[in-house]
């Protein structure tokens, strides 16, 4: 186990800057050719109620977890004030001591105006490090971790924005040096930016809501664990979403939201097996503005493969008086982008000022997932009160 561990974190140091070397054949790059990013870590979903729900959240409902899928939300949140807490172990198909913890809070400053904060930390576990020569060198515990903050504002009934800043730290080597390259925690700030729309809707004689949302996350510097280390693009992200909820009566209502999500990451390109150059897609070596617009075009398979890289979730969400939900989802991510295929379900349950939230992970893409029976759980205190909101001319 020690010796697969090692394994696993020399790989995980490294494995940003393999596709950039690698020489993909003509055969095989139509089959995997995935995107790869540094600090995979910030596109989990840290929270179980989207996680329950296929892993969607752009549009759903406001709560008070939206600073990872959509801040632009906390303006138009019931409650003013209100922080939670989430744990899940992680792979634990393959490691017994990984998990991921993702604490988070706002407040609403007035009507208008909120602000939030979050803390979500990564914990590898312990690994024993060793050398060519199979001995023990260092014990070490890799963990990354991102510190964050936002502001959101209503512009009217309807529509919100927010901006999100985020410090990125990922020490996944703890300082051991490998083939001569001295090791460094990465280090990188990043921004996001967000929208949400929402309006209310009549059908088939019900009430109800629907709502857009967009966001563009961790838009930053790259990151490298060396100082000769090619810098590696963070895991910039595009989701836009729609949800839409009904009230089936005064007691009942149903929830359903779809998100679909586009890295805006360079595509690896396809190299000619002799020359080592490019025959097909463009450079990766590009800054990270360029990247972003380049990520549209670049995929080596032309158009085909474009569409390969775009995953999407769905989710419906079942509430009974506002007290007792069940939710179920799924999410897809094409086979050569990835290959994260899977079902899931969670039930949560509010309580006066305490709710609790828990979802389970049923993976599809291969009978040995390291991410099938995935838990998350989620604890969540309501500090404030109900608050009204503002109402203006549309």
Partial sequence: MRLFKTSVTVLCAFLPVLPAMAQISSDNFHKINSVSTAVPFLTIAPDSRSAAMGDVGVATSPDVNSLHWNPAKYVFAETDRSVALSYSPWLRGLVNDMNLLYLTGYTQIDKMQSIAGSLRYFNMGTI????????????????????????????????????????????????????????????????????????????????????????????????????????????????????????????????????INKLLVPTPPLYDPDTHEIIRGKSRDVGVVQGMFQSFTDAPGGFSEEMHEISYGMGLEYLYRETFAVRTGYFHEHPTKGNRRYFTMGIGLQMNMIGFDFSYLIATSGRMNPMNNTLRFTIILNLGKEVQKLRTDS
């Fill in 128 to 259: 024993q490090f060793t050398n060519a020569q199979g001995q023990n060198t260092k014990t070490g515990r890799p963990n990354e971790f991102a510190l964050d903050v936002a502001y959101a504002r209503m512009f009217s009934e309807k529509v919100s924005a927010a901006l999100a800043f985020r410090y990125v730290r990922s020490d996944i080597s703890s300082g051991i040096s490998n083939n001569g390259l001295k090791a460094k925690a990465g280090n990188s700030f990043a921004a996001d930016i967000a929208m949400y729309y929402h309006s209310e809707l009549e059908l088939f004689d019900k009430s109800g809501t629907w709502a857009l949302g967009v966001d563009i996350s961790n838009i930053g510097n790259k990151m490298a664990y060396s100082n000769e280390q090619q810098k590696t693009f963070l895991p910039i992200n595009m989701r836009i979403g729609g949800s839409m909820g009904l009230n089936l009566d005064s007691y009942n209502k149903l929830n359903f939201a779809v998100d």
